[in-house]
């Protein structure tokens, strides 16, 4: 790493660290100029530690989940089939995403149930108020 690429990295650290974000009791806030920031400093480190191979492809492939918006990221990396020795291996993680993905489609499915259900301002539930309509 060049001097210029150590300073352009510190730049980049000094302003995301320059405000501090604190709790209110939930997560800390995460803004806009936070997010982007941090999206800038970490592409700035994979470009300086790796080259990208003939396709423009980085060897590291990153994704961050702001937790004040989005539930925590539920899949596993599957690996390679070229690459594991145990086949088996890449079968089981791939398995395991189609149960957690399921697992999620099905929770999302009971809360707009839930949400259906809700009793109205007439005294009943949703479905059956939109029914007797």
Do not use: C
């Amino acid at each position: 790493m060049t001097a210029r690429q150590r300073k352009t990295l510190d730049r980049l650290i000094d302003r995301f660290l320059a405000e501090k974000r604190k709790s209110d009791g939930g997560y800390a806030p995460v803004t806009e100029q936070d997010w982007s920031q941090l999206n800038e400093i970490i592409d700035t480190l994979v470009m300086l530690k790796w080259s990208p191979d003939p396709d423009g492809d980085w060897p590291i492939d990153w994704k961050l989940i702001d937790r004040t918006q989005y539930e925590p990221m539920h899949y596993h990396p599957v690996p390679y089939d070229h690459k594991t020795v145990a086949k088996l291996e890449r079968l089981s993680t791939v398995a395991m995403n189609a149960t957690i993905a399921t697992d999620e489609l099905n929770t999302s499915i009971r809360l707009l149930q839930l949400d259906l259900l809700k009793p109205t301002d007439a005294g009943i539930g949703r479905v059956e108020h939109e029914r007797k309509r």
